[in-house]
């Protein structure tokens, strides 16, 4: 679907860097002059807060992964009507930490519930609204893993306490989502300083709204 805006999500595994990322990113695209909404799910939608509260509760060890995926769904859904598609319709680009890929490659491909059947959920949950570019910060998990425990103002959640060959299997899916959709999902190493990250956008998103027409 197109809108005035311009929908960037950002992608990967713990640890990858995203929120390091997302802060520059902003901070170049304003400096030429663009209005910027950055966010994440839930982002703030008091609907989506409180399933949040429910998924990523550490106490509740007994979550079906269906339903882990549809309450994912569903809080994007709220997030998306609520956010992101005004912001869209007012021409203002959109940094989204995190989107539908996020449930592709945890509960498609790592929890084991099939990619294609998360996203028929997905799809029923965005329609048609996708991004129009997905910059997937590609870190080796062990390595990602290692960033999080040194940053100790980050909360750990449910998802963190997967044992490390859940965190393989995440990077694992990305992989496979990335090489069914080249032309929208861009890998960029994460191993990178952010401001060399930074620039791969910067340069990536030049080209692609050269191409189209914003
Ligand atoms: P968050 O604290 O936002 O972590 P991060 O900084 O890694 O983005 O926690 C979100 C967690 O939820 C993270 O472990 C990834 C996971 N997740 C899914 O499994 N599926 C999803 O659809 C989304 C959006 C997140």
């Not at 997302?22 to 909404?37: D, F, P, S, T």
């Not at 989107?99 to 329609?127: K, P, T």
């Not at 996708?130 to 997937?136: G, L, N």
Request: overall charge negative; some cysteine; hydrophobic content about 40%.
């Amino acid at each position: 679907m197109a809108y005035p805006g311009l929908f960037i999500s950002l992608e990967g595994g713990e640890g990858a860097g995203k929120s390091t990322s997302i802060v520059l990113l902003q901070r170049e695209l304003e400096a030429k002059g663009c209005k910027v909404l950055v966010t994440r799910e839930p982002g703030g939608i008091r609907i989506a807060e409180r399933i949040r509260e429910v998924i990523l509760n550490t106490e509740y060890t007994e979550m079906d992964p269906h339903t882990e995926a549809l309450l994912y769904a569903a809080a994007r859904r709220q997030h998306l009507v609520e956010k992101v598609i005004p912001a869209l319709e007012n021409g203002v680009i959109v940094i989204s930490d995190r989107f539908v890929d996020s449930s592709l490659a945890y509960q498609g491909y790592a929890r084991g519930l099939g990619i294609d059947a998360v996203w028929e959920i997905n799809h029923f949950a965005v329609q048609a609204v996708m991004p129009d570019v997905t910059y997937w910060l590609d870190i080796a998990p062990d390595a990602g893993l290692r960033r999080i425990e040194a940053n100790q103002l980050r909360e750990v959640n449910r998802l963190d306490q997967e044992a490390l060959s859940f965190h393989y299997k995440v990077q694992e899916g990305y992989q496979i989502i990335a090489q069914r959709h080249p032309d929208r999902i861009v890998r960029i190493d994460a191993a990178q300083t952010p401001e060399v990250i930074v620039s791969h956008m910067m340069e990536n998103l030049q080209q692609r709204t050269r191409i189209m027409g914003k």
